[in-house]
């Protein structure tokens, strides 16, 4: 089992940063991928960023290529994702997502997944 906690979520002005954490707890976390998805009022949840288990992929929908950067923290079981120049458009509730080996790091399906993180851009 691995339970995800997500933080780091708030209101940013257009061309801001934020970073998001998920803190999981649980052995397992290691050794799976681990991923961030985000859902706007009104739309499905999309893919935004993925990493492999011990790090050395990362995978980034459009959107968030070069400007996202998904990592994390092997020792403090923490999976980051820092946004940097923020537009409205990326204005949604952030989730944290883990453990996609019964299909692939982009789509999952994923078999745990955090409360989410509020992100909202406006000036």
């Known amino acids: 089992q691995v339970q995800l906690v997500e933080s780091g979520g708030g209101l940013v002005q257009p061309g801001g940063s934020l970073r998001l954490s998920c803190a999981a707890s649980g052995r397992t976390f290691s050794s799976v991928g681990a991923a961030w998805f985000r859902q706007a009022p009104g739309k499905e949840r999309e893919f935004v960023a993925a990493?492999?288990?011990?790090?050395?992929?990362?995978y980034y929908a459009d959107s968030a290529k070069g400007r996202f950067t998904i990592s994390r923290d092997m020792g403090k079981n923490t999976v980051y994702l820092q946004m940097n120049s923020l537009k409205p458009e990326d204005t949604a509730a952030y989730y944290c997502?883990?453990?996609?080996?019964?299909?692939?790091?982009?789509?999952?399906?994923?078999?745990?997944w955090g409360q989410g993180t509020q992100v909202t851009v406006s000036s």
């Open positions: 990493i492999s288990s011990r790090g050395g992929n990362t």
């Open positions: 997502a883990a453990d996609a080996r019964r299909g692939t790091l982009r789509t999952g399906p994923y078999d745990y």
